[in-house]
């Protein structure tokens, strides 16, 4: 299993953490699948059904046999005992939509990446005083790029990543780039509900290609 550093610097470099979730462990397994064959190397599957724990099991399952090199973690961490249930099914790294500090003494203790999801300089300051690094800011539509201009120089060591409202335009990722955040996260608008139900996986695969593309150029820009 990677350390915390290792899945940090993977997600910078990749500037992207694709997020999902399916009841169906068929579609699950499938879009896990799509989005590696696009270039995908670390993914958040969520906790937010009955089934999300059942099909992350098999997921791991499914990574261990075919995708070695892909780091599987879950987000929608609310409580200390989903992180540990998680972790012990093979987790590589945790999320959630909160910062909470058992969760990240849980991930610190253990050399996990635990990226909490902050909305205010209060919380983005209790995470770094525990030593964390990837904040996830959540919900991204509400903050805005503004906001991470706003807050970049106060937090110099941190590494920002909006999630919820990130849209696939290179006019939209360009102004979250630009406002200083080092990866996005992104669900729905990549990994959405439509094309999952029609079981479109090559449209997955294109669009994340796309994204992933767009992404590394907008890096390659700014460098």
């Known amino acids: 299993m990677a350390n915390r550093q290792q899945i940090t610097e993977h997600i910078l470099r990749q500037g992207i953490l694709p997020l999902y979730f399916h009841a169906d462990e068929a579609v699950s397994t499938e879009v896990l699948r799509a989005i590696y064959r696009a270039g995908i190397r670390a993914v958040e599957y969520t906790n937010r059904g009955e ?6 099991r098999t997921l791991i399952t499914i990574r261990n046999q075919e995708m070695p090199d892909m780091w599987l973690g879950v987000g929608t961490i609310k409580q200390l005992k989903e992180a540990e249930q998680y972790v012990a099914a093979g987790a590589d790294f945790l999320v959630s939509p909160g910062y909470l500090p058992e969760v990240a003494g849980f991930a610190i203790g253990h050399d996990l990446l635990y990226a909490p999801g902050c909305m205010t300089p209060t919380e983005i300051m209790a995470a770094e005083n525990q030593g964390l690094q990837l904040i996830k800011l959540f919900p ?18 941190l590494w920002f990543m909006p999630t919820g409202g990130v849209d696939t335009t290179k006019e939209n990722l360009e102004r979250w780039f630009k406002a200083g955040v080092s990866a996005v996260g ?5 990994i959405s509900k439509k094309l999952m139900e029609q079981r479109d996986y090559a449209t997955i695969e294109k669009l994340t290609r796309e994204v992933l593309q767009t992404i590394h150029d907008i890096k390659n820009q700014q460098s």
């Open 51 to 56: 089934t999300a724990f059942r099909n992350f």
């Open 186 to 190: 992104m669900g729905s608008k990549l």
């Open 140 to 157: 991204g539509s509400l903050l805005g790029p503004e906001f991470v201009s706003s807050i970049r120089d106060i937090f110099p060591k």
